[in-house]
Structure formats: C-alpha cells, structure tokens
C-alpha cells in the first residue's frame, strides 16, 4: 500500500535496480546448475563427475552471495523510486518477538540526503480484526514525502 501510495499519489518513477541485480544473480546460479544438468544427462556420471562438482559448489556459491546480496545490500528494501532527480528507498524491518515496526525513509541527491526513520507499534496500521488500515498508511505516505522531498526544495 505505500508503494501505491507513493507511485500514485507523489508519481515516484519506481526504478527495479535492486531487484535487478538480484534475478542476475538468481539466473547465473540457475545457469550453472542447468548447465551441470545438462551437462550430466548428455555424458553420465561417471564422465561427468568434475563438471557436476564444480556446477554444483558454483551454484552454492552464488547462492550465499545471494544471501549476502539479500542481508547487506537490501536491507529490507520494498521500494526504490526516483522523483526530479532524488533516489527514494523505502525500507522496513520488525524484530524477532516484538511488535515494534521500523519504517526507514532515505532520499539521495546531489544536493544531499535526506532519511527518516518511523518506529510505531504494527497495531498502529491494523484494526481489530488485523485489517490494514489505508488512511493510516496513507498518512505515513504523506510523513515520508514531506521528510525525504520537501525539505529539498526548500
């Protein structure tokens, strides 16, 4: 919803780089594992024993680069966007046995940056039937804008 929020209602241009680079990574890894698949049912196993053990720890390498791709470099991002030459990233996180969620708001310019960060208990955007609340979101949408863009073109 404040993906929406801000593609729809501020025209933030949502730009995919992140998730990108992410399904390069994913589709590298599945080529090596394709490959040594192939590669085994064209010539069997015992013919193919090194090309399978180098396939099979590619794929496993690339693999934990995905997770440190995931952990490192996303850091709970779901939205990247761009709007008049600022980089808008949204990211959230909600630790293990607690009911506090963190919204982070960053924005990149050549001018500067501007970030934002909201904690609120996640009953906050929730009713009592665990619905999300749209003019809660909508208003955290508004908070955001007002943190990340207004105060560059002031």
């Known amino acids: 919803m404040l993906r929406k929020a801000m593609t729809k209602k501020y025209n933030v241009v949502e730009t995919y780089k992140t998730r990108d680079t992410r399904l390069a990574i994913c589709f590298v890894a599945c080529l090596f594992s394709g490959y ?5 049912y064209l010539h069997p196993f015992p013919e193919s024993k090194t090309v399978l053990a180098i396939c099979s720890l590619s794929y ?8 440190v791709w995931e952990w490192f470099v996303e850091k709970g991002t779901f939205f990247e966007g761009e709007l008049n030459g600022v980089q808008v990233r949204l990211s959230s996180f909600i630790p ?3 009911g506090d969620y963190t919204l982070i708001g960053e924005g990149y ?16 955007w929730l009713d009592e039937n665990g619905t999300v609340l749209p003019e809660m979101i909508e208003k955290e949408a508004d908070n955001i ?10």
């Open 96 to 98: 293990r046995y607690c």
């Open 60 to 67: 496993f390498t690339i693999t934990g680069l995905l997770y």
């Open 36 to 40: 040594g698949c192939l590669h085994d």
């Open 109 to 124: 310019s050549d001018t500067g940056n501007n970030n934002m960060k909201i904690t609120k208990c996640i009953s906050t």
């Open 145 to 154: 804008y007002q943190s990340i863009f207004k105060s560059k073109s002031q």
